[in-house]
């Protein structure tokens, strides 16, 4: 086949097409398939190991220590009394406190960083690119304030979510009428059910937003809003699966 007038006059060749030009990383440039969203997260770990594993291993790693050493604060505070049915509180240690609501505040956080730091590494190797741990903690540092009032934001409306079902269920209890509790359990259900379902959805989505795209987070949820607009069942669908796959492996006593 000649090549085009225009290139031929000017002495231009057109580069050969070559398997780089349709995937330069661990996915094909088209639209996926379902099986690749199955497969492409076990490749984004094989090709970036220092953000999608190294990532999450040190921030479990930070958290887990705190976390531990909050519960042997609290078992060997002397104030506590854990052993007594009601146990007193007055002159709890401060560094018992300070240490548990620091192991709460790194569990959020942890899960935070990690999953933001996956998606720079993942990002990166769609295009064949490496990116190192201190290049991805930076990243997502200089996204850290924005992150963070989306994690809260998240947290309020689930709490706003449960909050009808359990003031039923505190009335029923304290009125001694089960019906009410049986009610405001099902309003919980009914309300953070579908809640945490489109929470689940979008929440990735708009991590991504602004941690590759730079944006605000209202810029954040509505640009969420326009990916997911037609594809939120596909979505839904997919991270069902991809649970139940991990649920499956998981070992179990």
Same mark, same amino acid.
């Given at each position: ?7 031929? &006059?000017?002495? =231009? ?100 960083? &990690? ?37 809260? &934001? ?13 003031? =039923? ?28 379902? =489109? ?17 605000? =987070? ?36």
């Amino acid at each position: 086949m000649p090549p085009p007038p225009a290139a031929a &006059a000017s002495g =231009v060749h057109a580069a050969p097409l070559t398997y780089r030009s349709w995937q330069p990383g661990i996915v094909q440039l088209r639209p996926l398939s379902f099986g690749d969203f199955l497969t492409v997260p076990f490749r984004g770990f094989r090709f970036a190991r220092a953000t999608t594993l190294g990532g999450p291993l040190v921030m479990t790693l930070v958290s887990t220590a705190v976390g531990v050493l909050a519960g042997w604060l609290f078992l060997t505070d002397s104030q506590l009394g854990l052993l007594e049915p009601y146990p007193p509180m007055a002159g709890v240690e401060p560094l018992t406190i300070a240490v548990f609501v620091a192991s709460i505040a790194l569990w959020f956080a942890s899960d935070m960083l &990690a999953s933001a730091m996956v998606m720079v590494g993942v990002s990166r190797a769609v295009i064949g690119e490496k990116v190192s741990f201190g290049e991805a903690w930076g990243h997502v540092v200089r996204r850290l304030g924005a992150l963070t009032v989306l994690y809260l &934001a998240t947290l309020g409306i689930g709490l706003l979510s449960v909050s009808p079902g359990l003031v =039923v269920f505190f009335v029923g209890v304290a009125s001694d009428q089960p019906w009410l509790g049986v009610l405001g359990l099902l309003v919980m259900l009914g309300v953070a059910l579908p809640v945490g379902v =489109v929470v689940a959805v979008y929440l990735p989505a708009a991590r991504g937003a602004i941690v590759m795209e730079r944006m605000g =987070v209202a810029t954040a949820v509505r640009r969420t809003r326009t990916l997911m607009k037609g594809r939120f069942w596909w979505t839904l669908l997919i991270l069902v699966v991809c649970g139940l796959i991990v649920w499956a492996r998981c070992p179990r006593s």
